[in-house]
């Protein structure tokens, strides 16, 4: 009698902590993330997944992952796993794109001519300006390495700038 009680409890404080849980997860992830798990029960298997949970005021981005495990018996489903607070990460990856994409829309609109270059000299990425100032084409430019465009006046000091940038200088 005990034990029926004692299960009936955790059934009834499970519920209410899966209450709380469905309560705190943004209401535009929880469909995706009932999928998931009922995907995660049929397949054996529970991949990462993202989603925005409420803690107090302030909307958080969890991560959740972890592992599946059926008993053969009774074929019970078990998942196991951890929920990870990713939103100084996500705050991190959403600051990096804005920065890309400030220097992106800089280096395409800028009439000077920038350039990324790697350590052997070679461009990896080049602005509009090149083409339209030098003439040749963009595919033409990054086949070749940087010192095939400056002039030989220009040839040693360029040479000598290069050097001190591999040994870390500037």
């Known amino acids: ?14 519920g209410c902590y899966l209450q709380r849980a469905r309560e705190a ?3 535009e992830d929880l469909r995706r993330l009932g999928q998931h798990m009922l995907a995660a029960r049929e397949t054996g298997e529970l991949a990462p ?3 925005r949970v409420r803690v107090g005021s302030e909307i958080r981005h969890h991560r959740t992952e972890g592992e599946v495990h059926r008993d053969p018996v ?14 100084a990460l996500r705050q991190i990856e959403e600051e990096r794109l804005r920065a890309e994409q400030e220097r992106d829309s800089l280096f395409a609109s ?14 990896k990425q080049l602005n509009p300006a090149w083409t339209r100032t030098l003439g040749w084409t963009l595919e033409e430019m990054l086949s070749r390495r940087g010192r095939d465009f400056v002039h030989p006046d220009d040839y040693a000091a360029t040479v000598e700038a290069g050097d001190r940038l591999r040994r870390g200088e500037s």
């Open 25 to 27: 997860i943004h209401w």
């Open 74 to 87: 009774s074929d019970s489903v078990k998942m196991v796993g951890f929920v990870q607070d990713v939103t």
């Open 49 to 51: 997944i993202e989603y």
């Open 1 to 14: 009698s005990s034990r029926v009680g004692a299960r009936t409890s955790a059934r009834v404080a499970g």
């Open 110 to 123: 800028t009439g000077d001519l920038l350039s990324v270059a790697g350590l052997d000299g070679r461009f």
